[in-house]
């Protein structure tokens, strides 16, 4: 680095206050809208450069609470109505008030449609994969096979599977048995085939069985494939769910309060849905990271630095 | 001979056995239905009756595969896509090459947008560490969300603020597909080595000689394996957009109607076509990635 960039640089700020300066001529609202954003913007831009301790968990938190704020600033200086777009703190009200609510449509969704169904087809893929995995007939025609239902629209059977097992939370878990399945199964057989020639032979001068070689060398080369897919089901799962309530459902749950919801504008409760859905997803996605750190530690993508 | 027996036989075998599941399955779904009208209406039927009957149902619960394909070429080959109306001619409604169009059309606009701006956000990252720091945690953690449930809000949104038809369809496939663009694109243009940048250095290249000349065509692998997984997402995108604001038209439009009616067989026929769509769009996107790479001499 050479010493130019050590001393401060006045150009870019003063070219930012013309900019914002041009804009208030023409509108002051979105002036100060650019203002907090051109400043929010440089502290980051400080922060990475510099490279400071902490950078990496302060640049996106002030990145994401800078988001947050301009949105907020948008929907009340340009009184956007709440039937369009609720400003933040509405949405943070709605979801402090309807706690009860929203913890009922939780359970409802997740907890009794996504993650049952989320545990089952995740299950019965591995299973799949592991049976599938002794005959290379098999591997060869379902392989092909699974990744093209895995592209496919699977959403799309939502109807269908409503129709077939009622309203309740059993179509909701059927759905995302279908839409974890094939994900799921492409990835166990590809982490199956993982370990070398040499390390099965290896195992086979231990006079190992299959069952040992599976449990000792191939589900353990497998893991990082496993949870690659878990990670990419736990999202399709809660998609799943949702989605599938869109098409009938008790009256409870996050795609039914949504649905009706969007009905009577009150959108600031839909987005309250939203949030719980996020905090869901990124709930679950986070399990399974941790899951993948604390026994997939020895992996290349695992190691720091 | 070899290439056939080696590659397409397992294939097919394994979609002849999910054929004959699903028979198995049809016949054993529908046989409650049968029974119970040969019952009603006192009649006396042989197991031969009963299985002819479970294969042609008018509302099976599970239709038939044969069923399925004659709706299928009955709603595209045997319907034109338009018709005359009060003098002029009207898209044709019960024509699924029309629904499919009405589908296709969004999916592919948002899937163009989509990939735009994902490159753009992915160069944006790979040059500007302060982008990088601060987009790419919020990007990942959005893919944790189950975007598809803002789906409804956004047409919703839209419409009040008056865009009605493509766009609001459009917006959603973009979103869906532009998350896959930017992660292969960045992980592209960050793939080549530190010996590669170093002799980009010693020509004394400049950044941007850097990146046209070395980092855009070491990215082309990634990105087109990002774009197949885009399209598919963007159609499903514009299928569940189509869903919760009571569209007309459109494969999500047809599935929802169909749900509606318990018209099963036109619910499969709509999930068939989607499954076409997508694929058929993977597949073009496989010819032109395969063509790409040949010329650019990174084919194996």
């Given at each position: ?15 930012l ?18 203002a907090?954003?051109l ?5 980051n831009a400080?922060?990475a ?13 002030i ?22 777009l609720?400003?933040?703190?509405a ?22 449609g ?46 269908i ?18 839409m ?98 996020a ?24 190691r720091?630095? | ?44 039927i042989?197991a031969?009756?009963v ?8 509302r ?21 896509m ?11 409604p ?21 990939t ?8 944006s ?33 839209l ?38 940048l ?78 076409i ?24």
């Amino acid at each position: 680095m050479s010493a130019l960039t050590l001393r401060p640089n006045w150009a870019w700020p003063g070219v930012l206050i013309c900019v914002v300066a041009v804009v208030w001529a023409l509108d002051w609202r979105l002036a100060i809208i650019a203002a907090v954003w051109l400043i929010a913007w440089g502290i980051n831009a400080i922060l990475a450069r510099n490279g400071t301790p902490g950078a990496r968990i302060l640049v996106p938190l002030i990145f994401g609470l800078t988001l947050l704020t301009l949105w907020e600033m948008a929907v009340r200086l340009y009184e956007v109505s709440p039937v369009i777009l609720p400003a933040p703190t509405a949405i943070a009200v709605a979801f402090a008030t309807n706690t009860a609510t929203l913890w009922a449509d939780f359970v409802q969704t997740i907890l009794r449609g996504a993650l049952p169904g989320y545990a089952l087809g995740c299950g019965a893929a591995v299973l799949t994969a592991l049976a599938i995995d002794r005959s290379r007939f098999l591997q060869k025609g379902l392989l092909p096979v699974g990744n093209f239902i895995a592209a496919l629209p699977i959403v799309g059977t939502a109807p269908i599977l409503v129709m077939w097992y009622g309203f309740g939370p059993s179509s909701k878990i059927a759905v995302v048995v279908a839409m974890v399945f094939f994900p799921m199964l492409v990835n166990a057989v590809q982490g199956l085939k993982e370990s070398s020639a040499m390390q099965r032979d290896l195992m086979h001068t231990y006079a190992a069985n299959y069952w040992q070689t599976l449990f000792k060398l191939r589900l353990p080369t497998a893991l990082p494939f496993l949870f690659n897919g878990l990670k990419i089901c736990s999202t399709l799962a809660l998609i799943g769910a949702i989605v599938a309530e869109f098409f009938g459902s008790p009256t409870v749950g996050m795609g039914f309060r949504i649905k009706i919801e969007v009905g009577r504008l009150a959108m600031d409760m839909v987005w309250a849905e939203i949030t719980v859905a996020a905090l869901a997803g990124s709930g679950l996605y986070g399990l399974m990271a941790l899951a993948e750190r604390w026994l997939t530690f020895w992996h290349p993508s695992q190691r720091r630095g | 001979m070899r290439r056939i027996t080696g590659a397409i036989l397992p294939v097919l075998v394994v979609v002849g056995v999910i054929v004959a599941i699903w028979y198995a399955a049809a016949y054993n779904m529908n046989r409650a239905w049968t029974l119970d009208q040969a019952e009603r209406r006192a009649l006396e039927i042989t197991a031969s009756d009963v299985f002819t009957d479970t294969m042609w149902q008018e509302r099976p619960r599970l239709p038939a595969p044969h069923q399925v394909a004659i709706e299928l070429w009955n709603t595209t080959a045997g319907e034109p896509m338009l018709r005359e109306r009060r003098g002029e001619l009207r898209p044709n409604p019960r024509s699924l090459w029309f629904h499919a169009f009405q589908t296709l059309a969004p999916t592919l606009l948002g899937f163009v947008i989509g990939t735009l701006a994902g490159m753009l956000l992915a160069v944006s990252i790979v040059h500007n560490r302060a982008m990088d720091m601060s987009v790419m945690p919020w990007a990942i953690a959005s893919q944790t969300i189950p975007i598809l449930a803002i789906a409804p809000i956004v047409i919703v949104v839209l419409n009040a603020v008056g865009l009605v038809g493509l766009v609001p369809k459009s917006l959603i496939s973009a979103y869906l597909s532009f998350f896959p663009v930017v992660v292969g694109m960045v992980k592209g243009l960050r793939s080549p080595g530190a010996m590669d940048l170093d002799l980009l250095r010693t020509y004394s290249a400049s950044r941007a000689e850097t990146f046209w000349k070395l980092r855009l065509p070491a990215s082309v692998p990634f990105l087109f394996a990002s774009l197949k997984v885009g399209i598919a997402a963007a159609l499903v995108g514009t299928i569940v957009a189509e869903l919760p604001t009571g569209a007309r038209f459109g494969l999500g439009a047809r599935l929802l109607t169909g749900s509606y009616y318990g018209q099963t067989i036109q619910i499969w026929s709509a999930l068939f076509m989607a499954a076409i769509c997508a694929a058929v769009l993977v597949m073009i996107l496989g010819a032109i990635e395969r063509a790409t790479l040949k010329r650019m001499g990174l084919d194996r």
